[in-house]
């Protein structure tokens, strides 16, 4: 009986979901930006560690995550430029970002930063403050500063900046912005769930 009930309210949600994912209209849920879709699918968040919806938004962005496929890769851009802050700062929060997805550390690195800025209500003055509270999550300290200040991140930065510098270029800088293929800028302003938000992530990301 159980198992029946579970395949009727599943077919039930895939008839809704098919049903909604017909009316994702563009400007009502989506816009459309300049340049071409990329040549793999990719779900790419621009936040700031400094952003307090950024911050919030957390559950929802690790509830997408679980659900993408696994051929789409989900990248978080790191922005600097938040009004207040120190830029040598956000920089280096944006190669700490980039390690920590390098390091598969994303658990422990990117929740600390989150919560020591806006649970205990502190700030960097300079890396070695970042270097320290990555330690504090346990992640380990040599291996954390090798891939930091290797080629590889600095690549990566060069990228997340040049995609951040794109975006602002088409008139959006407000963060959390999410951009799926490099083409669909997610508007979120009609979508009341996180069951909603999944599927119009996953109707862009097969447009």
């Not at 994702?24 to 930006?33: A, I, P, S």
């Not at 919030?56 to 496929?69: G, M, T, Y």
């Not at 550390?105 to 403050?129: G, R």
Request: hydrophobic fraction near 40%.
């Amino acid at each position: 009986m159980r198992i029946k009930s579970l395949a009727t309210l599943t077919f039930g949600l895939l008839l809704i979901s098919l049903g909604h994912a017909a009316d994702f209209t563009e400007g009502d849920y989506y816009q459309v930006l300049k340049g071409e879709v990329t040549t793999h699918k990719e779900v790419r968040e621009y936040f700031s560690f400094y952003c307090p919806h950024c911050f919030n938004k957390e559950p929802l962005i690790k509830a997408l995550q679980a659900e993408l496929p696994a051929d789409v890769s989900f990248v978080k851009n790191h922005i600097s430029g938040m009004p207040h802050r120190k830029i040598e700062i956000e920089n280096d929060l944006t190669k700490a970002a980039i390690t920590a997805n390098i390091m598969d550390a994303n658990e422990q690195i990117i929740p600390a930063i989150f919560n020591y800025i806006h649970l205990s209500h502190a700030d960097f003055d300079n890396v070695k403050d970042i270097h320290n509270l990555v330690v504090l999550s346990g992640v380990d300290a040599d291996k954390f500063d090798q891939i930091f200040n290797s080629p590889a991140v600095e690549k990566a930065y060069t990228s997340i900046n040049q995609h951040t510098d794109a975006l602002r270029e088409q008139g959006y800088s407000s963060v959390p912005t999410v951009v799926i293929n490099g083409k669909y800028k997610v508007d979120a302003k009609n979508i009341h769930t996180i069951e909603e938000y999944i599927q119009l992530v996953l109707f862009l990301l097969d447009k």
